[in-house]
């Protein structure tokens, strides 16, 4: 048909429903980690009595009550990791997703009533039940990515969608001191980010989709592109019945590799994401204004050179410059080796170093996005039909790390304005970007896997196939 653009101008276009889809999973994702990290600045203001406001109640919680407050969200959370790979498979990503952001969301709105009743026995009660809802957010993502991120492409899109995690941060860092100083204290800060979770669902409820199957207004030839990228064996999805090859993914070393590094990661982002704006205010003496104006910095630089690396990995990937499994492990490398050397830097800085600190601070945070291109993606080399399920488990076990990370913060930390005790909690964290990288180096591969089960290409498949290539032909 005149004037139907081919299959190569589609993969090129600017923006498909393909697109679309991640850019609603990155929105999805940013009121979800809203949702999540609101308490990080919030708890500053809602145990310091010089952030008092007129009808705002103010805690006396010690650094324990409030670490075990800080790290219960990761409690429920790492309870849903693992069914919600399976749940996905069987009852579709988009409804799963949807209702864990619905239930994430109300409890935020009713956070500030809850923790007034009930003290931090309670807030402790709500960030499970939150936990639990938000579980089923990443093995969401990486189903949905992997029907709709055609190979040549998964790094751009995989950057897109996962960057709203990021822009997530960024909101609630950059906002929250602005909110609790002009908009009556810390409890707007959970109403705002509760609201827009909200508005999230309804968008998703109406745009969002599984596949390219049940979205009815997409153009044939981009589905025929997407599913044509899918025409190999090991990129097609199976039956949704099909039995998940636990055996074999538990003896496969790449997956444990990918898990270890996963952990390792998680030890050292959740640290700096749920302990920054209390350094930033005990030891680097910042109000609660200018502590989550910086404490956004740094989740800024991560969203803008998420992009940056994405873009240079396809670049790599189209021109062949290197394989897909140097690119994963050069990206990896530089996310974690990089803020490894980094926090160390940052282990020996105080207040009278505040330039050099936030440098190394941005330098940790903002270069850690390189190993989203590294780790993240490689659920979706291994085992494209099990990407969701390979999310579910390694994310299970590393949020055990997003647990103990801020518990050993609590313990570690006995005086928040002694930078010796901080210095301790970097290294630590240093330390984990060292093996956890080093195993990923050794142990990490990108072929599909065997135990991916691939099959024949569904009739349905067949049929759309056949009718979007005569389409495309026409």
């Excluded at 049940?214 to 025929?224: A, G, L, M, N, T």
Aim: charged residues 10%; glycine residues 8%; aromatic residues 14%.
């Amino acid at each position: 048909m005149l004037g139907t653009p081919s299959v190569e101008e589609l993969r090129h276009q600017t923006f498909g429903v393909r697109h679309l889809q991640c850019l609603l999973l990155a929105l999805g994702l940013s009121v979800g980690y809203a949702n999540r990290v609101n308490l990080s600045v919030a708890i500053v203001a809602m145990t310091d009595i010089h952030e008092h406001k007129e009808g705002v109640e103010i805690f006396q919680w010690t650094e324990k009550e409030k670490s075990l407050v800080q790290s219960s969200f990761f409690w429920g959370y790492v309870l849903t990791q693992i069914p919600a790979g399976q749940w996905c498979r069987k009852v579709g990503a988009k409804g799963l997703f949807l209702w864990g952001n619905i239930i994430s969301s109300a409890l935020a709105l009713l956070t500030p009533y809850l923790v007034t009743v009930g003290d931090w026995q309670t807030l402790m009660a709500v960030r499970i039940v939150q936990g639990l809802a938000q579980g089923v957010m990443f093995p969401c993502t990486h189903s949905v990515l992997s029907r709709w991120s055609p190979p040549g492409e998964r790094a751009t899109l995989c950057s897109l969608a996962y960057a709203g995690t990021f822009l997530g941060a960024i909101l609630m860092f950059g906002s929250s001191g602005w909110i609790i100083a002009y908009l009556h204290g810390w409890p707007t800060v959970f109403y705002i980010s509760g609201f827009l979770g909200f508005i999230w669902c309804f968008v998703w409820y109406v745009w969002g989709s599984n596949s390219p199957y049940s979205y009815k207004r997409i153009s044939p030839q981009e589905k025929f592109m997407i599913l044509r990228s899918m025409e190999a064996p090991q990129e097609r999805n199976t039956d949704n019945s099909a039995k998940t090859p636990w055996r074999s993914i538990a003896c496969s070393m790449p997956f444990w590799a990918l898990l270890v590094d996963h952990c390792a990661h998680n030890w050292g982002f959740w640290t700096l994401l749920t302990q920054l704006p209390s350094y930033m205010k005990y030891i680097l003496n910042m109000d609660i204004q200018r502590n989550g104006l910086f404490s956004a910095l740094p989740y800024l630089i991560m969203l803008l050179l998420t992009f940056i690396f994405g873009y240079l990995a396809d670049v790599f990937h189209k021109r062949q410059w290197m394989s897909t499994n140097f690119s994963r492990k050069l990206f990896n490398t530089v996310g974690q080796w990089l803020p490894m050397i980094s926090l160390v830097a940052l282990g020996f800085c105080d207040s009278s170093h505040l330039v050099w600190a936030l440098a190394f601070i941005v330098f940790s945070v903002g270069l850690n996005s390189s190993s989203f291109l590294g780790f993240q993606v490689n659920h979706l080399d291994l085992s494209p039909n099990y990407a969701g399920v390979l999310m579910g488990i390694t994310n299970c076990a590393a949020n055990v790390m997003s647990i103990l990370a801020p518990l050993t913060v609590g313990f570690v930390v006995t005086d928040v304005s002694n930078p010796l005790q901080w210095r301790i909690v970097f290294f630590v964290s240093a330390g984990f970007y060292l093996v956890g990288n080093f195993c990923f180096l050794l142990f990490g591969e990108t072929g599909v896997q065997k135990w991916n089960e691939s099959s024949p290409m569904p009739a349905e498949m067949q049929l759309i196939a056949m009718r979007d290539m005569s389409d495309n032909r026409n």
